[in-house]
């Protein structure tokens, strides 16, 4: 049962222009959600989070849009970099307490690659 | 700030051994989770701890267990090690308590199990 969905496995982008990468979820109590880059060999790196309250979260280049109603969010880059070519991960949390401390429910990752 | 560190990096088993893997968090963070990740299943959770008490516990078998320490160093330990557990091993560690929080994470400890 996979409670956090990201559809796409790949992306490819041209260095300048905005990526979106998707992610969707099924599990209704989730009410925070994180996106998080990871390198090969490196462990994920922390990028924007967005709680159920908002429906957009910005940071630089980074830009997150939460669809409650259609279970559904997404990260915008822009401009994207060659330097931002890596897995990406969305994860989901569900409030605190019982079965949700320190849980957080990861997507299987898209890779995004951007071309110069 | 240091980051989440993990040790060691790499580590070779074979089936049946044991193997513990150490966590170090961010300096304050008093929180600690574990997360598995293979090709197949992604990332999984295993178990979180806060202040030295196991408080959630992913879906996994009994021989995966851990602790917490005073220091918030945590450490994890497999016993009766399965092909199957051949996985990158990650450690996050987080401030604040309850909800709203992000995680951070070491580098992670790769292990084979030959």
């Known amino acids: 049962d996979q409670q956090v969905k990201q559809n796409s496995p790949s992306l490819s982008v041209q260095e300048g222009r905005i990526s979106i990468l998707n992610c969707d979820y099924t599990n209704s109590m989730f009410d925070y959600f994180l996106w998080y880059k990871k390198y090969p060999a490196e462990g994920p790196t922390f990028l924007i989070s967005i709680s159920s309250i908002k429906d957009k979260n910005e940071d630089g280049r980074f830009t997150v849009f939460l669809n409650k109603s259609a279970k559904h969010l997404s990260l915008h880059i822009v401009p994207s970099q060659p330097g931002d070519s890596a897995v990406y991960f969305c994860a989901a949390s569900a409030g605190a307490g019982g079965t949700s401390y320190g849980k957080l429910t990861f997507g299987q990752g898209t890779i995004l690659t951007v071309h110069p | 700030k240091a980051g989440v560190t993990q040790t060691p990096r790499y580590l070779i088993k074979t089936r049946g051994q044991q193997v513990t893997l150490s966590c170090s968090p961010i300096?304050?963070?008093?929180?600690v989770s574990w997360y598995q990740q293979t090709p197949g299943q992604g990332l999984q959770f295993l178990f979180e701890?806060?202040?030295?008490?196991?408080?959630n516990k992913g879906n996994f078998p009994g021989r995966f267990s851990g602790r917490q320490f005073s220091n918030s160093r945590s450490e994890m330990n497999v016993s009766t090690l399965e092909l199957g557990d051949s996985a990158l091993y990650l450690c996050?560690?987080?401030?604040?308590?309850?909800?709203?929080?992000?995680?951070?994470f070491g580098p992670g400890t790769r292990l084979t199990v030959l």
């Open positions: 300096s304050g963070h008093r929180s």
């Open positions: 701890y806060f202040s030295e008490t196991q408080r």
């Open positions: 996050a560690s987080s401030y604040r308590d309850g909800n709203y929080n992000e995680q951070f």
